[in-house]
């Protein structure tokens, strides 16, 4: 069975920047795409980004591109996102997800696509 923990999470300004981590265990990590998701109070949960077990491929929500980054150390079972330039409409719950497919599938951004999931970490942007 595969755990998967997140850290990192934390109160930052708008502007400022945070990583977080998702560290895996019960599995072999590099077996699985995995992926962050969101959930901002009172709405649905999103997808943030994704990233092939390979790291090969790294899909964005177009909300984030070209503010986070998704990155993966197979070796560490980790995977990382950089969040940059922050705004007050990143504050949520972040979660680590995990898929039994190495590759991103059409459907990457979807929920049921993944079978494991982290408990989530707070990250809120003050204005």
């Known amino acids: 069975q595969v755990q998967l923990v997140e850290s990192g999470g934390g109160l930052v300004q708008a502007g400022g920047s945070l990583r977080l981590s998702c560290a895996a265990s019960g599995g072999t990590f590099s077996y699985y795409a995995m992926a962050w998701f969101r959930q901002a109070p009172g709405k649905e949960r999103e997808v943030v980004a994704a990233?092939?077990?390979?790291?090969?491929?790294?899909n964005y929500a177009d909300s984030v591109k070209g503010r986070f980054t998704i990155s993966r150390d197979n070796a560490q079972n980790t995977v990382y996102l950089q969040m940059n330039s922050l705004k007050p409409d990143d504050t949520a719950v972040y979660y680590c997800a995990g898929d039994r497919s190495r590759v991103l599938g059409g459907r990457w951004y979807q929920e049921s696509e993944y079978e494991y999931w982290g408990q989530g970490t707070q990250v809120t942007v003050s204005s």
């Open positions: 990233i092939s077990g390979s790291a090969g491929v790294a």
